[in-house]
């Protein structure tokens, strides 16, 4: 990935995690496959996700389990990396399984399955239970997880930018489901979130570790998160 502003190192620690060396890793192989494919060195911005949608449709009518997986690693990589540089954001999971790897956003209490999410813009949309392109695992997890507890006598932060994106146009699904549709939204959620804290006079500051581990109740990520 020449030139790439894509950072080494996750928001808050001097020294890279395996899961963050891991995803790395990944999303350079990517970024080098996409050059070799298409002649285009992905730059790490956001304008950059449209090429790697329009290289993702061109495997819209694979069903080999393998290459789906490979490509859905990858892009899925590139794609966290990507947010992780935009936003701030900190990797978890081992450095074995894509599909295990989360991040989590450190401007406000949001986390995601990167690699599912690359899943679901390579097929066009939500895989049927017995499709035959479904991954091997638990199934996919293709949404922003935000706080589910209310503050106060307020309504939760999931409560929330539920209530706001409901309102919006719906969108095509194919154009939803791209990883380009996927990082629009997410920027609204983080604006929504960070315009709500504003309105209750809360000051601003990067989550952690901590702060993710205190509210999860989730056993497999709460054993990544302290891994």
């Known amino acids: 990935m020449s030139e790439s502003p894509l950072r080494s190192q996750p928001a808050g620690e001097d020294t890279p995690s395996p899961a963050q060396m891991f995803a790395a890793d990944l999303a350079r192989r990517f970024a080098e496959q996409v050059s070799?494919?298409?002649?285009?060195?992905?730059?790490?911005?956001p304008t950059s996700l449209a090429v790697v949608d329009h290289y993702l449709k061109t495997a819209r009518n694979e069903a080999r389990p393998a290459i789906l997986s490979l490509l859905a690693g990858g892009a899925g990589a590139y794609f966290g990396e990507l947010i992780r540089d935009h936003f701030g954001a900190f990797w978890i999971g081992d450095d074995k399984d894509p599909r295990r790897l989360r991040l989590l956003l450190a401007p406000q209490f949001v986390y995601l399955a990167p690699v599912d999410l690359a899943y679901e813009a390579i097929v066009g949309g939500p895989l049927a239970d017995d499709d035959p392109r479904q991954p091997q695992g638990a199934g996919l997890d293709t949404s922003f997880h935000l706080r589910q507890q209310a503050l106060d006598d307020q309504i939760s932060d999931h409560e929330f930018v539920h209530d706001i994106l409901s309102q919006l146009p719906p969108l095509p699904a194919d154009q939803f489901h791209s990883l380009t549709g996927r990082f629009e939204t997410l920027e609204l959620i983080i604006s929504r979130l960070a315009h709500r804290l504003h309105t209750r006079n809360e000051r601003p500051r990067l989550l952690t570790m901590h702060d993710y581990l205190e509210v999860l109740a989730t056993p497999d990520l709460t054993?990544?998160?302290k891994n």
């Open 223 to 225: 054993a990544d998160l």
């Open 36 to 45: 070799r494919a298409l002649s285009f060195d992905l730059d790490g911005t």
